[in-house]
């Protein structure tokens, strides 16, 4: 498929699930919150798709991370019905949608960073490429973190579905480290075959 009828595909039905994860949300308050990264991403892409095009698969990828933070914000990360459904079947401890959404912030992004380096030729070195993608997005988790606090400490509890710790205290570190295994997962899972795409663009 063409490149540019698939973004238009990926764009047009993105924001109709944009649209429609707002109705009936868990709260609007709470859905802002979590689509805003992938809202901020989106037009991002929008505005250098003309300077930079990332390969088709990168675009579903993108396009799938944001499907999960939709899903995220009608829900809530606590909230969302197959993994309570899991929960109840498997007697366990909690919902583990959040783990899902943290190792798609890792897995994810290692991609878009992984093309957006080796197609710029930022570094020759294939194995520093991939380290520094890795560390990149273990930062950008711990940021995310950072702002999960910010929001916590200024809006109180109006921020409890946002965080969604369910009561684990660990809940930070491992979020942080789901993203850290989904990068490292992505680039070993993925590397030869993105490497495939990048060498017939």
């Not at 039905?13 to 689509?35: G, K, M, Q, R």
């Not at 109006?158 to 684990?168: I, M, R, V």
Request: charged share 15%.
């Amino acid at each position: 498929m063409r490149r540019e009828y698939l973004c238009k595909f990926l764009l047009i039905s993105i924001c109709i699930i944009l649209i429609l994860s707002a109705i009936n949300c868990h709260d609007l308050f709470t859905w802002a919150l979590e689509v805003l990264p992938a809202i901020i991403a989106g037009g991002v892409l929008i505005v250098t798709y003309n300077k930079f095009k990332f390969s088709n698969f990168t675009y579903l990828l993108i396009w799938i991370h944001a499907i999960i933070l939709i899903i995220g914000g009608h829900y809530t990360y606590a909230e969302m019905p197959l993994f309570n459904w899991i929960k109840d079947i498997f007697h366990l401890s909690r919902n583990y949608y959040d783990r899902v959404g943290h190792f798609a912030q890792g897995f994810v992004p290692a991609i878009v960073l992984r093309e957006v380096f080796i197609r710029n030729k930022v570094i020759k070195n294939r194995a520093w490429t991939n380290f520094i993608v890795i560390s990149i997005c273990l930062a950008v988790s711990a940021s995310y973190e950072l702002i999960e606090f910010a929001v916590a400490t200024f809006t109180g509890e109006a921020a409890d579905a946002f965080l969604g710790t369910q009561g684990d205290v660990w809940d930070t570190q491992w979020d942080m480290t789901f993203a850290l295994i989904g990068a490292i997962f992505s680039i070993i899972a993925l590397g030869k075959y993105h490497d495939k795409l990048l060498e017939k663009l």
